[in-house]
C-alpha cells in the first residue's frame, strides 16, 4: 500500500533557477564592492541601489544586514552576503539585491 505523504515544506527551485540566484547576487555583490576590498558595507549597499534608483525599504535591509553580518565588524564578506539567497531573506531583500545584476 502505497503512502500520501503530506509536508509543509517548500518546494525546491529548480537547479536552473538556483544557480541563476547565485550567479545574480553575485553580481550583485561585485557592483556593490565599489572599492574592491572584499567587503560590502550597509552604505555601499544603498548608494548601489539609489545609483540605480532601486527601491528597498531601509527597516528591511538595516534588520537583514545585522542578521548576516556574523562577526558584527559592520561589513559583509562574500560569504555573509550570500545569506541573502536565503529566506527570510531573498524574498525582500535579496531579491531586490538581485536587481543590481542587471
Do not use: C, W
Amino acid at each position: 500500500m502505497d503512502r500520501l505523504v503530506l509536508s509543509d515544506a517548500p518546494t525546491p527551485l529548480p537547479m536552473e533557477e538556483q544557480h541563476m540566484d547565485i550567479a545574480q547576487l553575485d553580481q550583485a555583490f561585485r557592483v556593490i564592492d565599489a572599492n574592491r576590498n572584499g567587503f560590502v558595507t550597509l552604505a555601499e549597499i544603498r548608494s548601489a541601489l539609489a545609483g540605480r534608483e532601486i527601491p528597498l525599504d531601509a527597516g528591511s535591509l538595516d534588520t537583514a544586514f545585522g542578521e548576516l553580518d556574523k562577526d558584527g565588524d559592520g561589513r559583509l564578506t562574500h560569504a555573509e552576503f550570500s545569506g541573502f539567497q536565503m529566506e527570510p531573506y531573498k524574498s525582500s531583500v535579496g531579491t531586490t539585491l538581485a536587481k543590481l545584476a542587471a
